[in-house]
C-alpha cells in the first residue's frame, strides 16, 4: 500500500474523486488500491477511463477547435459573420450550437467552463467533454381540443359519410356527442405512454 508520503498530487485528487464514483467502481476502486496500485492508476482502471478524455478542459478545446477548423468553409464563413453583425468578440472561441443560435453570445465560449456555466445558467443538459444535469421537463399540459378544430372535422366526416349525413339529421343531439367525442379521441392529446 501506498504511504501518504508517496502520494503524488494526481494521486490525493484521485482519492478525492473516487467518493464520487458509484458504488460498483468504488468497490473496484478499493480492490485495485489493496493490490498495491497508485491511487491516480487505480481510478483510471475501476473507471475504465484514461485521463483526460472526459471534463477536461484541453480535451474541450481540441475537440470545439477541430470541428471549427474542419466545418466547411462556407458554413463557417457564414456562423462568423452573423455572430459579427450581432457584436460578439469570437476571438479565441468556438461555436456550440446545443448552447444557442449563431447570433447568440453565450454559444460562443473559449473553455469547457464556459459551457458548464451557460448550462447551468439556462438549466440545460449537456454530456460530453462537459457533463450538467438539468431539471427535468414536465410533461405537456392535456388541452382540449379547439372548438374550431372539432367543427371543421364534424363537416369533413359528414361530408364523406352519407350514413353519418343521415343520422345526423335523425338524431342530431345523440349523433353529434358521438361524432364528436370520436373526433376528440382520434385527434386529441394523448398522455404519452411510459
Not at 473496484?28 to 478524455?53: H, I, K, T, W
Not at 467533454?129 to 378544430?149: F, T
Not at 343520422?167 to 382520434?186: G, V, Y
Request: charged residues 30%; glycine residues 8%.
Amino acid at each position: 500500500m501506498t504511504t501518504t508520503k508517496e502520494l503524488t498530487n494526481a494521486d490525493i485528487r484521485a482519492l478525492g474523486q473516487a467518493d464520487h464514483l458509484p458504488a460498483h467502481v468504488q468497490d473496484e476502486f478499493d480492490r485495485l488500491l489493496g493490490l498495491g496500485n497508485a491511487p491516480a492508476a487505480a481510478l483510471m482502471f475501476a473507471s475504465r477511463q484514461p485521463p483526460g478524455v472526459k471534463g477536461g478542459d484541453r480535451v474541450f478545446c481540441e475537440q470545439a477547435r477541430h470541428r471549427m477548423e474542419t466545418m466547411n468553409p462556407m458554413n463557417r464563413d457564414g456562423i462568423i459573420e452573423i455572430a459579427k453583425k450581432a457584436g460578439i468578440n469570437i476571438q479565441g472561441k468556438f461555436y456550440c450550437g446545443g448552447l444557442g443560435a449563431y447570433d447568440d453570445q453565450a454559444a460562443w465560449v473559449s473553455c469547457a467552463d464556459d459551457v458548464l456555466a451557460v448550462a447551468r445558467e439556462r438549466d440545460l443538459t449537456v454530456t460530453g467533454a462537459v457533463n450538467h444535469e438539468g431539471s427535468e421537463l414536465l410533461p405537456p399540459k392535456s388541452v382540449p381540443l379547439a372548438e374550431d378544430i372539432i367543427q371543421d372535422f364534424e363537416q369533413k366526416y359528414a361530408a364523406t359519410d352519407p350514413k353519418l349525413r343521415e343520422n345526423l339529421k335523425k338524431k342530431p343531439t345523440k349523433t353529434r356527442r358521438e361524432l364528436r367525442e370520436k373526433i376528440i379521441a382520434k385527434h386529441g392529446y394523448k398522455p404519452p405512454k411510459n
